[in-house]
């Protein structure tokens, strides 16, 4: 008989206090950025009891754990992120960071320990999997591209008869209603680009401005030609942010300053409209400077491409989190975020989806509670369990049919 949802989820909550231990203790001692030793060490002992074949990164201290299933068949990637954030914790909970300065305040340990979680109830049911569960556990998703060193190391053929065909991931939200599920076909989040540029005049004395070339009103120019610019040039239904968000020039009153820097991110939802408004970007800075006879250099870095949800997986999200959940705790997201993954690096490799999990905590409304990446944010630990039955099931349906 295979596993129900309803048996999933209860034997996700009878294993409760083991996800939770493990979540907590990651919470403790969190970690930024590719290399997580103590993380890393944590993650390994939660696997070593399993009957998985677990290899750590090279470049990095990231840990692919492969399970086989009772028979041959596809192989299908589940994705937790482990990195902390440089945030001092505000949170005042009893499991609060002991690392100054460092946080867990994008709740990453939630998912490494429902991942965790999942990967012992799929153990313990591998008789009905007729394929191979990997279980991508990543360091730096908060900027560092840890999931394209992965991908470089060969993350989608870590089984190399099978290589890896669909892909799932879930993301915690301390901002939606707790043990709800959120998820969208298409683009999900978006591609985040960051920008630099000097615009490169002459300096002189405040009284003679002729003498001088002024850089601050080139720059200011600059910034509100590029609110036009979204306005004008890009299609509401493709949407672009453009936003400039440092801007420095000048040290005293009565001094013009040779040069004024600026710097901000583009957000996009098309890999197609992210060109274009990198392009314009160029070109509206270094033309507007031209005009006034000024340089600017712009330097532009590329980040996370969309996270794209294949709309086929987001269905699947969606019908296994009715099942799981009960009709009215899942939804399909209206629009997507203009925040950004590197989840979307696998997601331009293989069809799959992200999907959101409540879990704003008891007392709090999700529209005020305090976000992922504050100092104040407190995920609510009820539905982990939830999450590792979700886990569970997107892998047991896509490996049993
Ligand atoms: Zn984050
Ligand atoms: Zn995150």
Redesign the pocket.
């Known amino acids: 008989m295979p596993t129900s949802a309803a048996e999933l989820l209860s034997a996700a909550y009878n294993d409760a206090d083991r996800t939770i231990d493990l979540r907590r203790r990651l919470h403790r001692e969190p970690e930024i950025g590719l290399h997580l030793p103590k993380t890393q060490a944590t993650v390994l002992e939660a696997f070593a009891d399993l009957p998985v074949e677990v290899t750590t990164g090279t470049s990095t201290s990231s840990v692919v754990a492969v399970l086989r299933g009772a028979r041959p068949g596809p192989t299908y990637l589940l994705r937790g ?1 482990m990195d902390a954030l440089p945030v001092q914790e505000d949170s005042g909970l009893p499991f609060a960071s002991q690392v100054p300065g460092v946080m867990h305040a ?3 340990d939630t998912h490494v320990a429902m991942l965790l979680g999942s990967a012992r109830l799929l153990a313990e049911r591998r008789d009905e999997l007729a394929g191979q569960v990997v279980f991508m556990v990543q360091p730096g ?2 900027g560092f591209h840890g999931a394209r060193y992965m991908l470089e190391e060969g993350l989608l053929d870590v089984v190399p008869e099978a290589p890896v065909s669909g892909a799932f991931a879930l ?1 915690i939200s301390s901002t939606l209603a707790s043990g709800s599920l959120s998820v969208r076909p298409g683009p999900m989040m978006a591609a985040a680009d960051q920008w630099r540029m000097v615009v490169r005049g002459r300096g002189g004395h405040a009284s003679e401005p002729h003498a001088a070339a002024d850089p601050i009103p080139v720059a200011a120019e600059i910034v509100l030609a590029l609110q036009s610019l979204v306005t004008r040039r890009v299609d509401v239904f493709d949407p672009a942010v453009v936003t400039v968000a440092h801007i420095e020039a000048g040290s005293t009153n009565n001094v013009i300053p040779d040069t004024a820097f600026l710097e901000g991110t583009i957000r996009t939802l098309s890999a197609g409209q992210r060109a274009d408004v990198v392009a314009a970007v160029r070109r509206v800075a270094t033309h507007i400077g031209a005009a006034h006879g000024l340089e600017v250099e712009f330097e532009h870095e590329e980040g996370y491409p969309v996270t794209v949800n294949d709309p086929g997986a987001a269905a699947r999200v969606l019908e296994t989190a009715t099942e799981l959940l009960g009709p009215n705790a899942s939804r399909v997201a209206p629009v997507p975020l203009m925040g950004a ?1 590197d989840f979307s690096y696998v997601l331009q490799r293989v069809p799959g989806a992200m999907a959101w999990l409540g879990a704003c905590p008891p007392g709090l409304e999700p529209a005020t509670a305090p976000g ?1 990446h504050s100092n104040l944010v407190v995920f609510d630990e009820e539905p982990l369990p939830a999450g590792v039955a979700l886990y569970a099931a997107m892998a047991l349906r896509a490996l049993t049919n």
Request: charge should be negative; charged fraction near 45%.
């Open positions: 992120d994008c709740g990453h998703e908060e993301h993954e992922n």
